[in-house]
């Protein structure tokens, strides 16, 4: 069992930037791949960047390649999405999940994650 917070929501006009972070405690971190999704209303939740259990692969989708990037600290039991050039169209709640079978990929689907954070809103207004 691993618990999952997320942190670092809020709004932000377009263009500007946003760091997310989830901290996760319970069991060792290091065996889980980590991944970013998010949900805007009357939208299914959708993939935003993945990343392997050793920080060495990553996914993003293809609407925030070249703008967000996934990172972890496994000393610290966190991972972070440094989020810029926000777009209206980023605004949703993110969602931090962690899977515990994942091996050496980084998961971009939804049902492969075992564990979620609550999830923290990200508005951008333009």
């Known amino acids: 069992q691993v618990q999952l917070v997320e942190s670092g929501g809020g709004s932000v006009q377009a263009g500007g930037s946003l760091r997310l972070s989830c901290t996760a405690s319970g069991r060792t971190f290091t065996i889980y791949a980590m991944g970013w999704f998010r949900q805007a209303p009357g939208n299914e939740r959708e993939i935003v960047a993945a990343i392997s259990r050793n920080g060495g692969t990553t996914y993003y989708a293809d609407s925030i390649k070249g703008r967000f990037t996934i990172s972890r600290d496994n000393a610290k039991n966190t991972v972070a999405l440094q989020m810029n050039s926000l777009k209206p169209e980023d605004t949703a709640v993110y969602f931090c999940?962690?899977?515990?079978?994942?091996?050496?990929?980084?998961?971009?689907?939804?049902?492969?994650?075992?564990?979620w954070g609550q999830g923290t809103q990200v508005t951008v207004s333009s």
């Open positions: 999940a962690a899977d515990r079978t994942a091996d050496g990929r980084a998961p971009y689907v939804s049902y492969e994650y075992d564990y």
